[in-house]
């Protein structure tokens, strides 16, 4: 089993910067891809970044060049650095995780963009 803990929301104004962090424990030896999703009020959760070691770093066309999606494997955790924020990217941000045929999710952490 894989246990996802992120941290690191809040309230930001627009224009704003955030850096989200997914701490990872349990079998993490078994973790071959990590990845952030986002949730807004009233629509479907969607994909935001992935990171993996055999195809590197993705990101949606909606966030590319102003996220930026890292990981720390000495410190077990994944990042996910947010520039230049728009009010309507406020959602519940999950990470999530990929091992051995199953798909493992944090409890997500609550992202305000105020206008």
């Known amino acids: 089993q894989v246990q996802l803990v992120e941290s690191g929301g809040g309230l930001v104004q627009a224009g704003g910067s955030l850096i989200l962090s997914c701490a990872a424990s349990g079998s993490i030896f078994s973790i071959t891809a990590m990845g952030w999703y986002r949730q807004a009020p009233g629509k479907q959760r969607e994909l935001v970044a992935t990171?993996?070691?055999?195809?590197?770093?993705k990101h949606a066309a909606s966030v590319k060049g102003r996220f930026t999606i890292s990981s720390d494997n000495a410190k077990n955790t994944g990042y996910l650095q947010m520039n230049s924020l728009k009010p309507e990217e406020t959602a519940v941000y999950y990470c999530?995780?990929?091992?051995?045929?199953?798909?493992?999710w944090g409890q997500g952490t609550q992202v305000t963009v105020s206008s």
């Open positions: 999530a995780a990929a091992s051995l045929g199953n798909y493992h």
């Open positions: 990171i993996t070691s055999r195809e590197g770093t």
